[in-house]
């Protein structure tokens, strides 16, 4: 069984950095790299929206615009670790942040980014003050 723990959000000031990290279990071994993986984030009230995805194998890399530029999603696949740094963040980043897989192939498809049927962590929560 797939598994996921997010962990390193936090509350910062506005133009800070945190690096999330997702560590994950379950996988057989050499098998993390194969998937895409992504971050997906849900504040208070609004819709999840995936944020950044990771293609398996070769690693192509996705961001929607509002985070292009400043978020970078990476993977050690040594480790089985998801990453994504976060620089200059902005208030409108807060939320709760999640990784995520669907297992299904290495290529980052429209049910993975939907968020069907992902395997999910529990989510790590980053707060942006002004």
């Known amino acids: 069984q797939v598994q996921f723990v997010e962990s390193g959000g936090d509350s910062v000031q506005a133009g800070g950095s945190l690096r999330l990290s997702c560590a994950a279990s379950?996988?057989?071994?050499?098998?993390?790299?194969?998937?895409?993986m992504g971050w997906f984030r849900q504040a208070p009230g609004k819709e999840r929206e995936g944020v950044a995805r990771?293609?398996?194998?070769?690693?192509?890399?996705y961001y929607i615009e509002s985070v292009k530029g400043r978020f970078t999603i990476s993977k050690d696949n040594n480790k089985d670790i998801l990453y994504l740094q976060m620089n200059d963040l902005k208030p409108e980043d807060s939320a709760m942040y999640y990784c995520a897989t669907r297992l299904d192939g290495s290529v980052c498809s429209e049910r993975f980014w939907r968020g069907d049927d992902n395997y999910w962590g529990q989510g790590t929560q980053v707060t942006v003050n002004s």
């Open positions: 379950g996988f057989p071994p050499l098998q993390f790299k194969r998937y895409c």
């Open positions: 990771i293609v398996g194998g070769v690693g192509s890399t």
